[in-house]
């Protein structure tokens, strides 16, 4: 359930002119617990879940539900703020480093970070530089792609 009554429209804080703009132009207002959320998805290295943002930022918005930032979360995918990062295993978890860049995965605890490699545009044409075309024909249009590498960090 949205819980709309939590939310009241605030100043936002910190890189403020460039969420209220990107949150408006997308249709949601910029509330102090979405500030709140964007701030804190920013300030951490580690793609948390939902669950991992809302008991971060209880504690310095302690009214805020869980739904309030599911809501808040979705707002800024929507407004292309952030990122949400789905895998089959696990709850999605939420990336605020919107440029293209890929990701290693931890499979022991679940976290997700920014592998330190610049992005390649065309590493799928590298892969078979006829797949695009070849997929195409099938009538399928090819927008993007995701790499994520994934193991375990082994024990000393
Ligand atoms: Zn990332």
């Known amino acids: ?12 804080f910190s890189g403020a002119d460039r969420l209220r703009g990107a ?3 997308a ?10 959320v964007f701030n804190y998805l920013c300030s951490v290295e580690s793609h948390p879940t939902a669950e991992e943002v809302y008991l971060a930022v ?3 918005l302690p009214k805020i539900s869980l739904a309030t930032v599911y809501k808040a979360l979705e707002a800024l995918v929507d407004s292309h703020l952030a990122d949400k990062l789905t895998s ?5 978890r939420y990336d605020c ?5 890929y990701h290693f995965h931890c499979l022991d605890s679940g976290d997700v ?7 390649d545009p065309h590493l799928i044409d590298k892969l078979d530089p006829d797949i695009v075309e070849s997929l195409r024909r099938q009538n399928f249009h090819v927008t ?7 193991g375990h960090f082994k024990s000393k």
């Open 1 to 12: 359930m949205i819980d709309l009554a939590n939310e009241q429209t605030a100043p936002c």
């Open 88 to 92: 089959g295993d696990g709850p999605a």
């Open 27 to 36: 249709g949601w207002r910029c509330t102090r617990q979405r500030a709140g």
């Open 113 to 119: 970070h920014d592998l330190p490699v610049p992005y």
């Open 58 to 60: 209880r504690r310095r």
């Open 23 to 25: 949150l408006e132009q």
């Open 144 to 150: 993007g792609y995701r790499l994520e590498v994934f």
């Open 97 to 101: 480093h919107n440029d293209a860049h």
